[in-house]
């Protein structure tokens, strides 16, 4: 069974700060995926990559980045958070090629105050 | 602009009937359909996929329904129970574009014991 970790369930940050979020997966997957979910938004995506050391941005990418040093790890960076980035944040992974779906992890309720 | 559209955003519904949420996509090239389920707190978790070259999929008491020309598909619950209430959330991706995935803005379903 497929497991995608998120390392924080609840984060609470002052603004300005930088904040690391951290996503490990167990399959092999080459595709990994940043979405934060907002009420009445959906999920919208933030970054995204295809393999090691190579990042795709999404819809939403201002105010982040990305490190994928390690096939299994992909973290988002909130280079200086803003209580606009206040919100759930979920990492996906799916396996290359096909059609194939994505497995979440439980998500980080991330609070900037 | 919102490729993936759920324009109910809840949905009630007496235990044992049919569960009924909808969705509809505006890009063509979608060719895989995918029907997230999310309870509060969790990552969401995938139901049932179908892809472009069929128009039903079955698996167990969950049906989706792809209707290409109309660009309209449904996921039917039958029959519905209590276990059932979360938020709904539809998906689409084309592979031809780099597979990523566009989800809609959600349906929460009450299942009323």
């Known amino acids: 069974d497929v497991k995608v970790t998120q390392s924080s369930r609840y984060l609470v940050k002052r603004t300005g700060e930088k904040v690391f979020l951290e996503c490990v997966q167990d399959m092999d997957h080459e595709n990994m995926f940043w979405y934060r979910q907002d009420p009445g938004l959906g999920l919208r995506l933030i970054y995204f990559s295809y393999d090691v050391k190579m990042k795709e941005k999404g819809d939403i990418p201002e105010g982040y980045s990305v490190s994928r040093e390690k096939k299994e790890r992909f973290s988002l960076i909130l280079e200086s958070a803003s209580t606009n980035q206040t919100s759930m944040y979920l990492c996906?992974?799916?396996?290359?090629?096909?059609?194939?779906?994505?497995?979440f992890g439980n998500g980080t309720r991330l609070t900037v105050t | 602009d919102q490729q993936v559209k759920q324009n109910s955003p809840s949905l009630s519904v007496q235990e044992g009937r049919i569960s009924i949420l909808n969705c509809d996509y505006t890009?063509?090239?979608?060719?895989?359909f995918l029907w997230y389920k999310k309870y509060p707190a969790e990552g969401p978790t995938f139901l049932i996929s179908?892809?472009?070259?069929?128009d039903k999929n079955e698996d167990g008491r969950f049906t989706v329904f792809l209707n290409k020309s109309a660009k309209h598909l449904s996921l039917h619950i039958v029959p519905s129970q209590p276990g059932d209430s979360a938020v709904y959330f539809c998906a689409a991706s084309a592979l031809r574009a780099g597979n990523q995935f566009y989800f809609g803005t959600g349906t929460s379903l009450t299942v009323i014991p």
């Open positions: 890009n063509s090239m979608f060719d895989y």
């Open positions: 996906a992974s799916n396996p290359f090629g096909g059609n194939s779906p994505l497995h």
């Open positions: 179908i892809s472009s070259i069929k």
